[in-house]
């Protein structure tokens, strides 16, 4: 039987703030113990790491200092995050944000790691954003997005990356416990009524 293959996920934030690190805890957590190694690299210590130690899954801390901190700090965390790939043999790179793709990139100079890009924001109207996307659909293996509209801000690019959309899933097992004709009753609406719920940030940039 062959060794699982080792994937790397690479987040520059450490805290369980949002639909893009529960999606990463929960496909983290699905596969430890599978044909795939998963490992996680976060940019700092907080509820992300602690809920994926929680569920077995290999997570170190690497700071990533924003694009706008000094040169030598930029370069200590690729000098960190570049070790840590050769020492776990790292086969697949699945940067879970921006800082991180970029990150992860600066790590794999020069080699053949492949990098996966997810990408979960429009863009936010900088210039220099047009140029950031043509460097991804150049560098990257593949790119993710999480909508049809996010994906939409790579369809201008000269590329070699392919765009994919990947829904972030949702696991129902968590709500299979709620007490729905309580929360009709609080709200006084009909039991034959039906709903639709929205849970999560609505940002217009994503």
Known sequence: MSAPATVLWVDNWGQLTGGGHRSLLEIVTRLVGSSFRPIVVCGS????????????????????????????????????LRELIDKERVQLIHANAMRAVLYSLRAVRRRRTPVIAHVRVTRSGGPWEWGLDQYLAWHCRVILANSHTVARRFRWCVRNAPVHVLYNGIDPRPFDRADGAAFRARLGILPTAPLIGIVGMLEPRK
Not at 53 to 70: D, F, N, Q, S, W
């Open 45 to 80: 210590d907080g509820s992300l790491v602690q809920a994926l130690r929680k569920e077995g899954g290999t997570t170190y801390v690497i700071e990533m200092p924003t694009l706008k901190a000094h040169r030598a700090a930029q370069q200590t965390a690729v000098s960190a």
